[in-house]
């Protein structure tokens, strides 16, 4: 028997489709990474997503909602794999275990579970980390061929799990400070960004390597668009902010801010641009608010960048802007059909 | 090359056209019996005419339109009433309703007809007159009486739409018809611009129906109409709805609760201009229509049936497959399923689908809604679903009226996209039905406080009345006993012995008493006010007397 009230017909796009299709969108992001990093992160991708379906499971089951279904529709997955990718390789596995279990437990399902959360649960997961452990979140890998030592898959594992490094390898001789955090540090030490840019770490745009993973994202978010899986406000109105904020200082006093280029390529950017701010559950639902809420994430990406304590801003400013999604929602409601005209 | 414009969303679900509109209309067979409800139109019931045991020719007023808003049944066929009752109807209510049930003899005769061959001789009075006595309504689905849609009005009428659209998936009935009887669409489509006094007559049909744009091109040219134009539109659901339909031929958008007509334009689909053309040059009452059998049946295909042919006694001349387990009246979007298998072929039924488990496989559970706006991109009233659908949950139905409740068509476009299965729409007639429940039960109260108050006055008043007669019997019996011979002076000087005086005083308290209850009788505060405030209670009445009619129009924008 069909329903019993129209329409009959749906048409057949479930919500474990859409999602699917944005992991998906990671994977060229994800393997720019393996080739320029290691495999490293492969293996706190896995950690993290059994630890969010492990969670997942556990919070439906508490509250007696049906499991299966809502397994299957990879909204879990997703965020641990965008918690995975926003935190060092090298972390030690408790810690992703750590920031993943928090965010689908506390952020997603004390909220209500998904469609609820207010925020994005994998930057409510970051924040947690980085302020809990921040020296871990430093942690990074230096790029292939540019360490002095590089670690065998194995010998990653063994750090991963057990912290321990091969001897005579000291943890500096692997990992490194990010660009972004690497400029903040040397123009603190009054260096000049023309002379920071001449590092080695630094590549045509942004970071040896991290600029090409964030390309790897931007080719995701292409298809994303492509797919109609996300609109172009988001991704648009936040890059064009951060590229406009960014160019004025650099405009104004280009030896203390570098180009807007270089912020576009490094960090989260990217990432947050295509794969986070577009969290459809956490960001407006109109397209001016869309406008509005990207724009203003933009902004606070730099500001936290350029002026805050922390290296990267986009957690923060994803959820800052979060806070504000009812109320960027509550006015932006656009015209309807026949009521354009000056009164409703 | 016309510039069409625009609507805004709208989706693209499988037509599921070509199975039934290959072949030609066929004369359904004369069914074992007939049941006709008398209400299949919008407004008032039908006024019973005849009585069980009678018998009735072909045509024969059944019911005759009561009061305003109201149209006329017919017998589809003659034959003997055998009873006049409730029974389950084509309806989305679900709730029974009165038919007449009609047993056919056979010879299908005809009442004598008044057909008319020059119908510009008749007064526009008269043929409005003629096409409410023959019960045509508007055949897209809204079944509203046409007579009331074909006055001039104030405002001039420019355009008269004529729908051929037919954008729901599955029905091809309008099709069938454009196809085969394009020359009397056309010459009542003259009659209804006559009425109107409407410059030109644009005539959309989506372009995935070649044959009926050709047919219907070829009627123009042929019956040598003038200002009057055959107009491919996209196809895109819901395009046939009335208010997307004249948006993209025209530009222009009526709003929920406006008249196209007040902008501008009038919209009849193609079926009731045929209707309303064999109403008045041929005589014949709308007693039969063209309906689409289709989806779980072996021979999908267009039927001419008569009005109150039970279903399944149609739906089997196309061969019902065996698993069929119900009927949908209408297409897959908005259509209803029926309550019974048996009843009654309507004015409003364009569409029987047999319906299987298989042709329509239940909805996977209901996910929770993620945001995705999916349900927003494809609104064609431009609302915005995900917030209707939140407080329509939560009951906030303020909120939901704040945020274009009654603007929704209903159209279904929300709920077909929806990747996490919501029923949405399911949710919005909820919350509408809520909200007019609550302006009822307010209605209620409203007029128990009224007939409270009055009674409550109207207490006061004879209290008071009783006081003032009491107070003039006593005055008069005292000025009859003033008029009486002078009294002892004595008598005078000692006031307090005198039981005149005491009277008298006694009097004055009474009359102060009543004087007293009168003033402390406030006034209400539904008198004594202020302009503006018997501005804004206008427009407060206004605004639930538009509610109301929507309550009643809601089927109006049906594609």
Not at chain 2, 135 to 145: D, H
Request: glycine share 8%; proline share 7%; net charge neutral.
């Amino acid at each position: 028997m069909p329903g019993f009230f129209s329409p009959f017909i749906t048409r057949p796009v479930s919500v474990s489709h859409i999602m699917l299709n944005v992991l998906l969108a990671l994977i060229p992001g994800i393997a720019l990474y393996v080739w320029f990093y290691g495999p490293a992160i492969l293996v706190s991708l896995t950690l993290a997503s059994v630890t969010a379906l492990a969670t997942e499971a556990l919070m439906l089951k508490a509250q007696n909602k049906p499991v299966t279904p809502c397994l299957k529709d990879n909204t879990a997955l997703l965020t641990a794999w965008l918690l995975a990718l926003s935190i060092p390789p090298l972390a030690p596995w408790w810690m992703v275990v750590v920031g993943t279990a928090f965010a689908i437990s506390v952020s997603k399902h004390l909220y209500g579970g998904l469609g609820n959360n207010p925020f994005n649960p994998a930057m409510i997961g970051y924040a947690v980390l980085i302020i809990s452990f921040p020296v871990y979140m430093t942690h990074w890998l230096t790029p292939n061929g540019l360490g002095e030592v590089s670690l065998s898959f194995l010998e990653q594992l063994n750090y991963i799990f057990q912290g321990v490094l091969p001897d005579g390898v000291k943890l500096d001789a692997i990992t490194m400070a990010t660009p972004l955090d690497t400029l903040k540090t040397q123009l603190h030490l009054n260096g000049q960004i023309k002379d920071i840019l001449d590092m080695p770490i630094y590549g045509r745009l942004a970071g040896i390597g991290s600029e090409w993973v964030a390309a790897g994202f931007v080719l995701g978010g292409f298809y994303l668009l492509a797919r109609r899986l996300i609109s172009w406000h988001i991704p648009v109105a936040y890059l064009a902010t951060l590229f406009i904020t960014a160019g004025i200082f650099h405009l104004l006093d280009p030896a203390h801010y570098v180009e807007p280029m270089f912020h576009w390529f490094s960090g989260a950017a990217m990432l947050g641009a295509f794969f986070i701010l577009t969290d459809p559950v956490t960001s407006p639902t109109t397209p001016r608010g869309k406008i509005i809420f990207a724009a203003g994430a933009g902004l606070l990406t730099y500001l936290i960048r350029a002026f805050g304590g922390f290296p990267d801003g986009m957690a923060f400013a994803t959820l800052l802007m979060n806070i504000c999604v009812p109320l960027i929602d509550a006015y932006t409601q656009p015209k309807i059909f026949g009521k354009k005209g000056a009164q409703s | 090359m016309r510039t069409l414009y625009q609507f805004h969303g709208g989706i693209h679900p499988p037509t599921n056209k070509t199975q039934s509109n290959q072949t030609p209309i066929k004369q359904a067979a004369l069914p074992s019996k007939l049941i006709i409800p008398l209400h299949q139109h919008v407004g008032n019931n039908a006024r019973v005419m005849v009585e069980a045991g009678q018998h009735v020719l072909k045509g024969q007023l059944l019911g005759a339109p009561e009061g305003h808003l109201s149209s006329a049944v017919h017998a589809p066929t003659s034959g003997t009433i055998t009873a006049i009752d409730m029974q389950p109807v084509a309806h989305a209510s679900g709730i029974p309703d009165l038919c007449v049930t009609l047993i056919p003899d056979g010879r299908d005769e005809w009442i004598a007809r008044e057909s008319c061959c020059d119908w510009q001789g008749l007064t526009h009075t008269e043929l409005r007159h003629r096409l409410r006595q023959a019960g045509v309504v508007g055949l897209g689905g809204a079944v509203f009486p046409s007579d009331m849609k074909l006055y001039a009005h104030k405002h001039k009428i420019k355009t008269l739409v004529l729908n051929g659209a037919e954008c729901e998936p599955y029905i091809t009935c309008d099709d069938l018809l454009m196809r085969e009887r394009a020359a009397e669409i056309l010459l009542g489509v003259e009659m209804m611009r006559a009425l109107l006094y409407a410059e030109e007559v644009l005539i959309g049909i989506e372009d995935n129906k070649p044959e009926a744009i050709d047919a219907m091109r070829a009627a123009v040219a042929a019956g040598k109409h003038e200002r009057m134009e055959v107009i491919a539109v996209p196809t895109v659901y819901p395009g046939g709805g009335a208010k997307q339909l004249i948006r993209v031929l025209t530009g222009i958008e009526v709003a929920a609760g406006v008249r196209s007509t007040n902008l501008g334009v009038q919209c009849f689909n193609v079926g009731t201009a045929y209707s309303a053309w064999r109403a008045i040059h041929h005589g014949e009452p709308l007693i039969s229509r063209i309906v689409t059998v289709t989806g779980n049946v072996g021979h999908p295909q267009n039927f001419e049936v008569l009005i109150g042919t039970p279903m399944d006694e149609l739906v089997a001349q196309a061969d019902q497959l065996p698993d069929t387990s119900g009927y949908i009246m209408g297409g897959p979007m908005m259509g209803v399923l029926m309550p019974s298998m048996q009843v009654g072929v309507v004015k409003a039924t364009n569409c029987i689908i047999a319906a299987s488990s298989k042709l329509f496989p239940k909805a996977a559970p209901a996910l929770p809604c993620i945001r995705c706006i999916r349900c927003a991109d494809v609104c064609p009233a431009e609302l915005q679903p995900q917030e209707l659908y939140w407080f329509s949950k939560a009951k906030n139905l303020d909120k939901a009226e704040d945020y274009h409740l009654f603007d929704c068509i209903e159209c279904g476009a929300c709920s077909y996209v929806c990747p996490s299965n919501i029923p949405l729409v399911q949710y919005y007639r909820f919350a509408k039905s809520e909200i007019w429940a609550q302006e009822a039960a307010k209605k209620s109260a409203d007029a128990a406080r009224e007939r409270h108050e009055f009674r409550e006055s109207r207490i006061e008043r004879e209290k008071r009345e009783k006081a003032e007669k009491l107070a003039a019997r006593e005055k008069s019996a005292v000025e009859a006993r003033a008029q009486a011979p002078l009294q002892p002076a004595v008598a005078a000087s000692n006031p307090d012995a005198d039981p005149e005086n005491t009277m008298q005083l006694k009097i004055q308290i009474a009359i102060d008493h009543a004087k007293e209850q009168a003033a402390a009788i406030k006034p209400k505060n539904t008198e004594q006010l202020t302009p503006q405030q018997l501005a804004e209670i206008a427009d407060i009445e206004a605004r639930r007397a538009r509610i109301h009619e929507l309550a009643k129009d809601t089927s109006d924008g049906q594609p």
